[in-house]
């Protein structure tokens, strides 16, 4: 399987992101070149449905912490975590927290509970109860990897997320979207020729993309549940390097309609387009910031490819930023 990225986005210059939760304090010692993460040991889980949740949960929230980079995962078979003997054991074996969970059914919906308890301190960090189809096991384990993180980091996690790429051969390209760690993966299109440029709508709900099915670049808007899409940019030329607004409610992209790659803007539907950059420069790859005030492209304007900004409504050029 191979996922592509097409596209250098502007967005790469980095946008700060207006999240800052609050997060439980933990003494971590560093110690060492992995003294950095966090140690931390998963135990078997109780209850009716344990031998479940250990084949299908708790090997998820294992991998997905440990890909994190924040966490090294210890390996325990023990039971009882709230047990001072066994929390005197996990802090020799050199935890410093340790995850713990039960599981059962209960009209037909899996009822997971954890525990994230600080073992030095033999106290509880985090305490959920989560509610879910039993066959969503898998995701619930991503699901209980986001609240450890998050608890012991204050980063939101993004584990129980889904991604989209581009798989291709020499003949056809394949939309795939499929769960971060590859799993629950669906092909939601397949076309003849190559398809570019894949993005989340910021709703989850939808993903543009440019495809050259017609033997030239154009954009789609595909509606992930129901499999319909939309033909929303198909200008003279090429029409390329689509992006959503923070709101969802308008694209970005590039345009060579009238010679040159100039940037754009357009409703999701394909209507009031409005030209934002006009030059004789080579613009593209137009993203807009998360409060929907500034735009970021890049341009070939100072001779070599390079970022820059431009506040939206302002009549002001745009400023180089790298």
Known sequence: MTARRYAAKAFLVVLTLAYAP?????????????????????????????????????????QDLSRSGWFRVIESDVTGASDTPILAMLKENGAQVALTGAVGENNAMLVTTIDLIDV????????????????????????????????????????????CYVERDDERSELVVSDVD???????????????????????????????????????????????????????GSNFSPAWSADGQRLALALSKDGGSQIYSMNVDGSDLQQLVSSRSRDSEPNFSPDGQRMLFSSDRSGSAQIYELTLGSVAAPRRVT
């Open 120 to 163: 030095g301190k033999r106290a509880s960090l985090l305490d959920r109860r989560l509610l879910a189809k039993v066959e969503r096991q898998r995701h619930t384990g991503h699901r209980i990897a986001d609240l450890v993180l998050e608890a012991l980091t204050g980063k939101r996690g993004a584990f129980a997320t889904r991604i």
């Open 22 to 62: 609050a997060y439980t304090q933990i003494t971590i010692d560093v110690v060492g070149g992995e003294g950095r993460q966090i140690p931390i040991a998963i135990l078997p889980f109780a209850g009716d449905d344990a031998r479940m949740a250990d084949s299908q949960m708790r090997p998820v929230i294992a």
């Open 182 to 236: 590859g799993h629950d993966r669906t092909v939601i299109y397949s076309a003849a020729g190559p398809i570019v440029s894949p993005q989340w709508s910021p709703d989850g709900l939808h993903i543009v993309y440019v495809s050259m099915e017609q033997k030239k670049p154009v954009v789609y808007v595909h509606h992930v549940a129901n499999g319909s899409r939309s033909l929303v940019a198909r200008f003279r």
